[in-house]
């Protein structure tokens, strides 16, 4: 599976933004993660085939995880940013999960390059 994000940026605090991620084919499990420099990559939001989805404390109400399985892109709808969203984002996918899609980097199998975003 390739994975090729875009749509990354800078903003101002409070601002928006929509990440895009286009699949080489559709998966079960499709999420976003970011890493800050220095810091750990972590899970911001994944959502299953049937379009359950889960978040991470930090982004819930202001994030929201879609897709549109027949074009196979993933998005990241980014609102009300905030400095500490400053990071790189990147999309994974896992072919097959046995219950909700994790938010666990670990349980990723296919990665794409990631998209940087700057808020300042």
């Known amino acids: 599976v390739q994975l090729v994000e875009s749509g990354g940026g800078s903003v101002q605090t409070g601002g928006s933004l929509r990440l895009s991620c286009v699949a080489s084919?559709?998966?079960?499990?499709m999420a976003w993660f970011r890493q800050a420099p220095g810091k750990q990559r972590e899970g911001v939001a994944s959502i299953d085939s049937d379009g359950s989805t889960s978040y991470a404390d930090s982004v819930k109400g202001r994030f929201t995880i879609s897709q549109d399985n027949a074009l196979k892109i993933l998005y990241l709808q980014l609102n009300s940013l905030k400095p500490e969203d400053t990071a790189r984002y990147y999309c994974?996918?896992?072919?097959?999960?046995?219950?909700?899609?994790?938010?666990?980097?670990?349980?990723?199998?296919?990665w794409g390059q990631g998209t940087q975003v700057t808020v300042s």
């Open positions: 994974a996918a896992r072919p097959g999960y046995a219950g909700s899609c994790p938010i666990t980097h670990y349980l990723y199998d296919y």
């Open positions: 084919e559709n998966t079960y499990c």
